[in-house]
């Protein structure tokens, strides 16, 4: 996938521009706050339809304007599209090749990127709602059928909830909504399982190479329904009734899945140093872009979101050596003088107020 032009209407501190790019590496360079960041946020709100920044999509929107619009240029598989998302009061219509998409599943992953920034650590510090959108995101863009189950069970979570807070709550009625939840689960648990191995397999093979401290990236995965059946599921629900009806919500699920990353057995926050999780979490995107072109046969796009003055600790050399060639990268810095990589075609695009 190769991301060709960009324009951007009233985004953010955009009022209206247009920027082609480079199909290997694009350089985008500015002093702090220009909006380096906010361009390349752009690029990944077309591809998750989210922005890894704001839960609310007003902010994108150009200050006192009521709309903003931004439309791709992409080539995938040598067929060019365009994308297109365009954002008012009445919230965002999603359009591949002129045509509007309903479904948001269906757009999310059309353009698949990969985005690092100084913030991925979080991963291993914030709330488990953090992983669980990182996984979910991520196969949510490689599987339109995993984004459908997911907002599916979101939806009977919230309707039973919702039931839990009437008067008379009906144990039979709550056992049927109940029952449906747990088909969802049960194929929501495979997928996340089956990415995290997946996803380890290609980590490690980087990790190996990059690292001699330690042997292996792992994850523990941890559900309340790990390796249970239909019938195991339904008789937890049932011991948790009354205590659902007490707090007015649902207690087990897989909304409250985690994810705890290690190395080696040890637990990532507590016992790596800044420049060991830096490693860690490049090796889990470097390990995407692998996972992403075996299930798609397409590279995605790699966005490294002002990382350079960041990270010291590999050098920028390395970093993109370990990018394969093919794979179109957008990086961002307010750093001068970073070093051209002389095996790939470059553009620089500056950025100023
Ligand atoms: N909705 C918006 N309307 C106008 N300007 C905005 C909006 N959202 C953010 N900005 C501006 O964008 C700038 C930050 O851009 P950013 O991409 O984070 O900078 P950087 O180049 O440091 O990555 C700030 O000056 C901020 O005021
Ligand atoms: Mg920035």
């Known amino acids: 996938m190769i ?7 009233n985004y953010r501190n955009y009022k209206n521009k247009k920027i082609n790019f480079e199909n290997e590496l694009n350089l985008i360079i500015g002093s702090n706050g220009v909006g380096k960041t906010n361009l390349v946020e752009a690029l990944y709100y077309c591809s998750t339809c989210k922005s890894h920044r704001v839960s609310t999509d007003k902010t994108l929107i150009y200050n006192n304007e009521n709309y903003c619009d931004i439309r791709l240029n992409v080539e995938k598989k040598g067929n060019n599209h365009q994308l297109r998302i365009f954002l008012n009061e009445n919230g965002k219509t999603l359009f591949i090749n002129n045509q509007t998409i309903s479904k948001v599943s269906e757009y999310i992953g059309f353009l698949n990127a990969i985005l690092f920034s100084p913030d991925d650590l979080n991963l291993f510090i914030q709330t488990p709602k953090v992983r669980r959108k990182f996984v979910d995101i991520e196969i949510g863009k490689l599987s339109s059928h995993y984004t459908f189950l997911l907002n599916s069970y979101y939806k009977l979570l919230k309707d039973r909830n919702l039931y839990l807070k009437s008067d008379n709550v009906d144990k039979t009625y709550l056992k049927v909504m109940t029952m449906k ?8 648990v495979d997928q996340r399982k089956k990415f995290i191995n997946d996803l380890l397999k290609y980590a490690n093979t980087y990790f ?13 995965y941890l559900s309340n329904f790990n390796n249970s059946s239909k019938e195991t599921i339904l008789n937890y629900y049932d011991k948790y009734f009354e205590k659902d009806i007490r707090f007015k919500q649902t207690i087990l699920g897989i909304h409250k899945d985690d994810f705890l990353f290690k190395v080696d057995g040890k637990n ?5 140093s800044q420049s060991q999780k830096k490693i860690v979490l490049l090796c889990l995107k470097l390990g995407l872009i ?12 790699i966005i490294l979101d002002d990382l350079f003055s960041d990270f010291d ?6 970093i ?16 001068q003088n970073f070093k051209k990589n002389n095996d790939r075609s470059f553009n620089v695009i500056e950025i100023s107020k």
């Open 208 to 220: 190996n190479l990059m690292t001699n401290d330690f042997n292996e990236i792992q994850c523990e």
């Open 3 to 9: 991301v060709k032009s960009i324009e951007l209407k």
């Open 181 to 188: 939840m747990i088909d969802y689960q049960l194929l929501i």
């Open 313 to 318: 600790e590999i050098n920028q050399e390395k």
């Open 290 to 301: 692998n996972l992403i072109y075996q299930i798609n046969k397409d590279y995605p796009i």
């Open 268 to 272: 990532i926050t507590e016992h790596l």
């Open 320 to 335: 993109l050596q370990y990018i394969p060639k093919g794979v179109q990268i957008f990086i961002t810095t307010c750093v």
